[in-house]
């Protein structure tokens, strides 16, 4: 394979990829920063990551990660009851 490198084009690449990775950065510090505030109001922000999640999945996804949970918890001797679903 051969390579017509065109440093330009690569700086271009390069700066943008790193442009993004601080945008990331950035973006990250922010959700810290919500879920921070979040706890201070009294809400647990493990919840809400797993909130999130739940969010993001179908409701065929989350009706299939139920059923394996139970199965799991059941062979497992561990009761599980979810109050109020």
């Known amino acids: ?5 065109a440093p330009h084009l690569l ?3 390069i700066e943008r990829m790193e442009n993004l990775a601080e945008e990331k950065r950035g973006i ?6 919500v879920l921070a505030e979040a706890k ?3 809400y ?3 919840i809400i990551r797993r ?9 065929q996804e989350r009706e299939e990660e139920t059923e394996t949970l139970g199965l799991y918890c059941k062979a497992l ?3 599980l ?5």
């Open 77 to 79: 001797g561990i009761q």
């Open 28 to 33: 990250t510090d922010d959700e810290r920063a």
């Open 1 to 5: 394979m051969t390579h017509n490198l």
């Open 40 to 42: 201070g109001n009294g």
């Open 81 to 85: 009851e979810l109050p109020g679903f």
């Open 11 to 13: 700086r271009q690449y």
């Open 51 to 59: 909130v999130l999640k739940i969010r993001k999945q179908t409701p």
């Open 44 to 46: 647990d922000p493990k």
